[in-house]
């Protein structure tokens, strides 16, 4: 049964800790997604990637995050440094192609808390 | 801009109940629209799925939606709802990229 997998899935870490979320793709998926999910604001869309090259990291705040795709089987996406602020679930997706209307299939989301 | 709205952040149903959770949508042109669910703990498993064609989409776990253009609505419903549907409902559309814009999301809540 393919499925995303991300790791960790629990983290609590001290605030100014480096933060790093690691997921794998769905074997043969060309589009990885980086979702946030807090009470506050729901689902955003932090980053994606096609192909393992950036295509929109808008949502990302630059100065603390960042993502990449070192292969096609690893997505990572780090926080340094970690604040409060960024407590949230951190979903990793995949999806093959680029339509619109392409299943997105989601991992089981990394639960984080910065105290 | 594309943007989804739920209206009803919780709703309560009895189980066995029918169930209707709404979603209303803003997009330019014919839209893909999803219905995904969580379950607490989880991640997001995807309940449905509308493309072009049938306005009435069946999906999994007994579930339907029927998409409205004149409305801009694509409601989601289930005839009998049972305790274990108890879960988060997020309303979706599928934007330029393959990216998906999501709702708010919806809470169901089943008492017995």
């Known amino acids: 049964d393919a499925r995303v997998t991300q790791t960790p899935r629990h983290k609590v870490t001290e605030m100014g800790q480096e933060v790093t979320m690691r997921c794998q793709p769905i074997?043969?998926?060309?589009?990885v997604f980086w979702y946030r999910q807090t009470m506050m604001q729901g689902l955003e869309l932090l980053a994606y990637?096609?192909?393992?090259?950036?295509?929109?990291d808008s949502g990302m705040p630059k100065d603390r995050f960042s993502a990449e795709m070192p292969d096609a089987t690893l997505a990572t996406l780090k926080i340094q440094p970690s604040e409060p602020r960024d407590s949230a679930v951190y979903f990793c997706?995949?999806?093959?192609?680029?339509?619109?209307?392409?299943?997105?299939?989601f991992g089981e989301g990394s639960w984080l808390t910065v105290v | 801009a594309q943007s989804v709205t739920q209206p009803d952040i919780h709703i309560t149903v009895s189980e066995g109940a029918s169930l209707e959770l709404r979603c209303n949508y803003s997009?330019?042109?014919?839209?893909?629209l999803f219905w995904y669910v969580q379950s607490p703990g989880q991640g997001l498993q995807l309940l449905l799925k509308?493309?072009?064609?049938?306005?009435l989409v069946q999906g999994i776990k007994g579930f339907e939606a029927e998409f409205k253009r004149s409305q801009s609505s694509f409601n989601l419903r289930k005839p009998s709802v049972h305790w274990s549907d108890a879960a988060e409902y997020f309303c979706?559309?599928?934007?330029?990229?393959?990216?998906?814009?999501f709702g708010q999301g919806t809470e169901l809540s089943v008492k017995p």
């Open positions: 997706a995949s999806a093959l192609g680029e339509r619109s209307g392409n299943t997105i299939y």
């Open positions: 074997l043969g998926h060309n589009t």
């Open positions: 990637f096609r192909n393992r090259a950036p295509l929109d």
């Open positions: 997009y330019g042109a014919t839209p893909y």
């Open positions: 509308y493309f072009s064609g049938d306005t």
């Open positions: 979706a559309v599928g934007a330029w990229g393959g990216k998906l814009i």
